[in-house]
């Protein structure tokens, strides 16, 4: 199967799995945002054109399930995935508590471009103080999902001989 | 001189930020009619029976997951249930004797308001999958005649509103989400106040407090029915859990307990309302 269908696929499971089994798993009632999370294990190491099209993609499927507008999520997970694909050049030797960070620090981001972006648009109520609160439980979250969601991403993105060559620049671990 | 691959970066980030406003821009002024509208529920109805499938056959671990993380609160509610439980069945053999009564005294007076609306029954099946509102979903959509901004109870009273709504599925905007908000009145002292959502707890405070009296702990809240306003009136919305008022404070500080609790409703109804 071709690179682009598994990715694909893949998408279709990350929006199953985030409706339907992510609703049960509620930690201090977050969700953690698998979409995102993925968009930024690519981002890593394909850099920021392949995470930010991942990134819009899962935003716009996430935002189908949401009451916010279309879009908002996928404006909010492309432009940090494309910001973490960016910096990721500065990443010499990673560490294991890379990933983890990373994805952390991308919810962080991600929450204040939805939250941001959001209160631009018409929906006021996202603009509180406990918004705060909600990003940054949901940021550790996506941490701890990132250590097992970044392999699975890598698992499934990975460039194989009937792939079309030229998907992108390899970042670090890639070699 | 610009590097091809800066130029491609460059372009990617443009069509991203453009493509997004674009989207966002349809889709808030288009509605649930707009183009956004349509694909949104295009995809929530091809995702519907895979959601079905895997939320049945993930119920044992949603279970499962719950008794973990929820395991001392679990014990304590239940003995406060049991305690609830032997009250509730005193409660219930009295009020279906009330509700008997009240129906022959409607029937004999002919009074000419109804107060039992049409509804649909539906299902809760989903969860919020984000974490910014507090929603459920819906096993029926607008197939079954459900519509946007429609009142939603359960047994308990009033538990939101619907949202979006597709042909098989509808979102219901709880009463504790922080877009949702109701007027409703003390059926003690007749004054009217706002309830406001403020995120995952069900409890609230009341605000914009009107009228004379005094409110007291337990007082009853049911929505206030303004006109053409969202909710019918007389649906049991909350109960006064304290009144505090400081020396100095124009108000009081009134907080509430919610009598709907989506996490441990399973059916709910949703009301026809306005009457067409």
């Known amino acids: 199967m071709i690179r682009a269908a598994r990715l694909g696929l893949f998408l279709v499971v990350l929006v199953v799995v985030q409706t339907t089994v992510m609703p049960h798993m509620r930690i201090f009632d977050v969700v953690p945002d698998l979409g ?34 279309l879009g908002l999520s996928a404006f909010a997970f492309g432009m940090t995935a494309y910001l973490v694909g960016v910096a990721q050049n500065a990443l010499v030797r990673p560490a294991w508590w890379v990933r983890p960070a990373l994805a952390a620090g991308a919810g962080i981001v991600a929450g204040l471009w939805f939250v941001g972006v959001g209160a631009l648009v018409g929906q006021s ?51 | 001189m610009a590097s091809p691959r800066g130029n491609r970066r460059r372009t990617v980030l443009i069509l991203l930020i453009l493509t997004s406003i674009t989207v966002i821009t349809l889709d808030s002024r288009g509605g649930d009619s707009g183009v956004g509208g349509q694909i949104r529920n295009t995809a929530r109805d091809v995702f519907a029976p895979v959601q079905d499938g895997v939320d049945q056959i993930l119920q044992p671990v949603g279970d499962w997951w719950d008794g973990v993380t929820k395991a001392g609160a679990i014990k304590a509610e239940n003995r406060k249930l049991r305690r609830q439980l032997q009250a509730a069945r005193g409660e219930v053999a009295t009020a279906k004797s009330a509700v008997r009564d009240i129906r022959d005294l409607r029937t004999l007076s002919k009074l000419p308001f109804a107060t039992d609306l049409k509804g649909v029954n539906a299902e809760i099946i989903l969860g919020s999958p984000g974490n910014f509102e507090a929603t459920v979903g819906l096993n029926k959509g607008s197939d079954a005649g459900i519509a946007s901004n429609q009142p939603v109870v359960s047994g308990a009273g009033l538990i939101g509103r619907v949202g979006r709504v597709s042909g098989q599925r509808a979102t219901v905007v709880l009463l504790t989400d922080r877009d949702s908000g109701v007027v409703v009145r003390n059926t003690r002292t007749n004054q009217r106040g706002v309830i406001n959502g403020h995120g995952d707890t069900t409890v609230l405070t009341l605000d914009n407090i009107d009228g004379d009296g005094t409110m007291k702990a337990g007082d009853l809240l049911v929505t206030a029915g303004t006109d053409g306003g969202p909710f019918p009136p007389g649906i049991p919305v909350a109960r006064v859990t304290s009144v505090r008022k400081r020396p100095g404070d124009l108000l009081a500080r009134v907080t509430v307990v919610l009598l709907a609790n989506a996490s441990n409703t399973e059916f709910v109804r949703v009301l026809v309302w306005p009457v067409p």
Not at chain 1, 127 to 156: C, E, N
């Open chain 1, 125 to 175: 109520q996202l603009w509180a103080l406990r918004s705060i609160r909600t990003i940054l439980l949901a940021a550790a979250y996506d941490g701890i999902v990132a250590l097992v969601l970044f392999p699975i991403t890598y698992a499934v993105a990975r460039v194989g001989p009937r792939d079309i060559a030229g998907v992108g620049a390899p970042g670090y671990g890639s070699a």
């Open chain 1, 36 to 69: 995102l999370v993925a968009a930024v294990a690519l981002a890593v190491r394909y850099g920021p054109e392949t995470g930010a099209a991942f990134g819009f993609a899962a935003g716009l499927a996430a935002d189908a399930f949401l009451q916010t507008p």
